[in-house]
């Protein structure tokens, strides 16, 4: 809704709908930290030194913004390849879920823009949920 290029490309080119809830998961990831851990002793990750007790932990939602892996991170592109972001964990941590939701938002956007041809966001004020672990909205002010 912020990006209408994208969306009206997304309207001419439904076929990107799967590309598109990539780049979603992407640039808003709904899971923004992932698990953490204490240090015991001292250490250094990336050029920042943790001393030991120290509470390190890693923020897919950063990431997901890694200049080194996103060339222009802050811009949402629905044709963005590769993009091989982190919103459902990697590894061990890896989302068992991460298949359903993939689904019911390829279905549940297909079928939003397809019913509501017009949706547009009434409003440029977004509230968000204050909550470090999980990101979402609390409300999305839309008109068709």
Same mark, same amino acid.
């Given at each position: 809704?912020?990006?209408?290029?994208?969306?009206?490309?997304?309207?001419?080119?439904?076929?990107?709908?799967?590309?598109?809830?990539?780049?979603?998961?992407?640039?808003?990831?709904?899971?923004?930290? #992932?698990?953490?851990?204490? *240090?015991?002793?001292?250490?250094?990750? #990336?050029?920042?030194?943790? #001393?030991? !007790?120290? @509470?390190?932990?890693?923020?897919?939602?950063?990431?997901?913004?890694?200049?080194?892996?996103?060339?222009?991170?802050?811009?949402?592109?629905?044709?963005?390849?590769?993009?091989? !972001?982190?919103?459902?964990?990697?590894?061990? !941590?890896?989302?068992?879920?991460?298949?359903?939701?993939?689904?019911?938002?390829?279905? #549940?956007?297909?079928?939003?823009?397809e019913?509501?041809?017009?949706l547009?966001?009434?409003?440029?004020?977004?509230?968000w949920? @204050?909550? *470090?672990?999980?990101?979402?909205?609390?409300?999305?002010?839309?008109?068709?």
């Open positions: 809704m912020r990006n209408p290029d994208q969306l009206s490309l997304l309207k001419r080119q439904p076929e990107l709908l799967p590309s598109a809830i990539e780049e979603m998961l992407r640039f808003e990831s709904p899971v923004q930290r #992932g698990t953490f851990r204490v *240090t015991t002793a001292g250490i250094e990750i #990336g050029g920042m030194s943790f #001393g030991p !007790h120290e @509470q390190v932990s890693a923020v897919l939602g950063a990431a997901n913004r890694d200049p080194d892996q996103f060339p222009d991170p802050d811009r949402f592109d629905i044709t963005r390849t590769p993009n091989r !972001h982190l919103a459902f964990g990697l590894g061990i !941590h890896f989302c068992l879920g991460s298949a359903l939701a993939r689904t019911e938002a390829r279905i #549940g956007f297909g079928r939003l823009f019913r509501l041809p017009d547009r966001q009434s409003s440029d004020t977004l509230e949920n @204050q909550n *470090t672990l999980m990101r979402g909205l609390r409300t999305l002010p839309l008109s068709f």
